[in-house]
């Protein structure tokens, strides 16, 4: 059974930075890519950044490039985001989950999803 546990979402100022992790369990992680996905209200979720199964290789939406990274530890099951320069436009709901390129984009294994970590930035 897929779990994915997201944390490290907050409050924060515009600028500002936070951490976000996921534990994964139920797929053999280092297997996997990984991925986030946020969600504002309103609007679909739309893909944020993927790594490789092996963490050599990274992908980010064009808002994220050059303000979020993507990294994993395949020892912990782990996948995180670090979210630098936050602007009131990230806020979201952030989800993890195991990850594939696809024709149109990024999608993922199966349609089991967290319960996500909300990430709000204020002005």
């Known amino acids: 059974q897929v779990q994915l546990v997201e944390s490290g979402g907050g409050l924060v100022q515009a600028g500002g930075s936070l951490r976000l992790s996921c534990a994964a369990s139920?797929?053999?992680?280092?297997?996997?890519?990984m991925g986030w996905f946020r969600q504002s209200p309103g609007k679909e979720r739309e893909f944020v950044a993927a790594?490789?199964?092996?963490?050599?290789?990274?992908y980010h939406a064009d808002f994220a490039k050059g303000r979020f990274t993507i990294s994993r530890d395949n020892s912990m099951n782990t996948v995180y985001l670090q979210m630098n320069m936050l602007k009131p436009e990230d806020t979201a709901i952030y989800y993890c989950?195991?990850?594939?390129?696809?024709?149109?984009?990024?999608?993922?294994?199966?349609?089991?999803w967290g319960q996500g970590t909300q990430v709000t930035v204020s002005s």
């Open positions: 989950n195991y990850a594939k390129p696809e024709s149109t984009g990024w999608g993922t294994f199966g349609d089991s």
């Open positions: 139920g797929r053999t992680f280092s297997r996997y890519g």
């Open positions: 790594i490789s199964w092996s963490g050599g290789t990274t």
